[in-house]
């Protein structure tokens, strides 16, 4: 009943009805067709206005025409202006819909893109990082190679002997070190750069400091 004195206790027996259910509905729709001023009346019912608006399930109002407003109407959660625009904005337009979903999904891929192209930002960072040590770590392996090898030449027997400097071996093919000892007579091998000298001690003596 939504006209005449009984219908104000009746709608709101049905809101706290909706209200204590476990699974309470979605939206709560409270219409009427158009009439008098005293067929809308109780729709400014205080009791049924303060309902309304107490009521935790989102409340829909359309009452009357359009002309026609309510306090009911005004403490609603939405307003609709007739009952057939109540069920139009229950139920949207489907090209609406689908427009709104297409404007979610294109909004949705210029996030993700945008994520992508920073995380890809980063990576090339880290990548450029990463070849910037490798090559610093290259260069570094490349030049101590490079001392290394000039010190192995530089200890090479055969670039003293480029330099002037002579390798003399005893008998047993063995070099002989600035400590030894030689006795007369002994057999030595004396490498040149391009020469190689043998021959024989005829006489040692202590070198004079």
Not at 73 to 90: C, F, G, H, M, Y
Not at 150 to 161: E, N, S
């Amino acid at each position: 009943q939504v006209q005449g004195a009984g219908s104000p206790p009746q709608i709101i027996k049905a809101l706290q009805h909706f209200n204590e259910m476990a699974e309470p509905p979605e939206v709560i729709v409270i219409v009427r067709g158009g009439g008098s001023a005293d067929d809308l009346a109780a729709f400014n019912d205080e009791p049924l206005v303060r309902a309304i608006a107490a009521s935790r399930v989102p409340t829909l109002v359309g009452v009357g025409h359009e002309v026609d407003t309510t306090l009911a109407d005004l403490v609603a959660d939405r307003r609709a202006a007739t009952p057939s625009n109540a069920a139009q904005l229950l139920v949207p337009d489907k090209r609406e819909l689908v427009t709104s979903l297409n404007h979610s999904v294109r909004r949705m891929i210029m996030l993700l893109q945008r994520r992508v192209d920073a995380l890809q930002q980063v990576v090339d960072k880290v990548e450029d990082r990463m070849v910037l040590r490798i090559s610093q770590r290259h260069s570094a392996l490349k030049r101590q190679v490079s001392q290394y090898a000039i010190v192995l030449k530089q200890l090479d027997p055969r670039a003293a002997l480029k330099r002037g400097y002579a390798l003399v071996r005893l008998a047993d093919g063995k070099l002989l070190h600035g400590r030894a000892e030689v006795a007369t007579g002994e057999q030595l091998t004396i490498e040149l750069d391009k020469q190689i000298i043998e021959t024989e001690v005829r006489k040692t003596y202590a070198k004079k400091k």
